[in-house]
């Protein structure tokens, strides 16, 4: 299972979080999360920083050799499952590895029919694995697209529960079924930080849901429909119970 929440903001980096949740035929069984790469990353504690290409003062592509010249951006990818004392980042790629899948190197080249000025193909990537062998394993990634010279990436913190995984970051709290499943039964939810969140808690089941903060009712019933199984709210710092139940 797969899940993508992204959320835009002009005064602030643009953000994706993606969460995949494997499950193995074995405990064997290799498994890992890809982040492909135009250029080789560099690591940089828990995230993995690339510059993106940019496009030159006229508006137009770059050239291949004009790739360093033209950058004017960058994605950080902060990695929160596996956690950081089960985790390896292996970064793989250059001449004879640009396409580089299990032992083979899927040949990409640029033809007369598909160009790639701008070397768009990438040639490196970062496998980021599990060091533990277990056969269920989970992937959380926050990744941040902002100008070169910006410094200020924001602080990311992760939720974990028995049924959820989540992010906390700025003023946005998203979460996601921990097995992939629908959740049809109550959990926690912890918020902390200052001033107003905007909460999205998604593969919940379909129904009337109830809110509770810090032991009181917050939201007396709230509607998740079929289409999206999502419920959004608002919300100051304190402990969430999310629990379902027609009225």
């Not at 941040?144 to 529960?161: F, H, K, Y």
């Not at 009181?216 to 709210?233: G, N, P, W």
Request: aromatic share 8%.
């Amino acid at each position: 299972m797969a899940q993508d929440v992204r959320s835009d903001d002009d005064d602030e980096p643009k953000t994706w979080r993606y969460y995949v949740a494997q499950r193995g035929a074995s405990v064997q069984a290799e498994m890992d999360a890809l982040l492909y790469l135009v250029h080789k990353d560099e690591l940089v504690g828990r995230g993995a920083i690339t510059t993106t290409l940019g496009l030159m003062q006229d508006g137009s592509w770059p050239d291949v050799q004009d790739i360093a010249r033209a950058s004017t951006g960058k994605l950080v990818n902060h990695t929160l499952l596996p956690k950081m004392d089960d985790v390896a980042f292996t970064a793989i790629g250059g001449k004879g590895k640009e396409f580089w899948v299990f032992g083979t190197n899927y040949e990409n080249e640029a033809s007369e029919e598909r160009p790639d000025v701008a070397n768009e193909r990438g040639s490196w990537r970062v496998e980021v694995s599990p060091v533990k062998a277990v056969a269920e394993n989970y992937f959380l990634n926050v990744m941040q697209v902002m100008d070169n010279e910006n410094q200020e990436v924001l602080d990311v913190t992760a939720i974990e529960n028995s049924l959820i995984v989540g992010v906390q970051i700025k003023d946005r709290v998203v979460t996601f079924s921990k097995t992939s499943d629908i959740i049809d039964r109550s959990f926690m939810l912890p918020v902390v930080g200052e001033g107003v969140f905007k909460i999205m808690l998604t593969d919940l089941s379909d129904g009337a849901w109830e809110v509770q903060k810090d032991g009181d009712v917050f939201i007396d019933s709230i509607v998740v429909k079929k289409d999206d199984q999502a419920l959004c709210f608002e919300g100051t710092s304190g402990e969430y119970v999310i629990t379902t139940g027609e009225k």
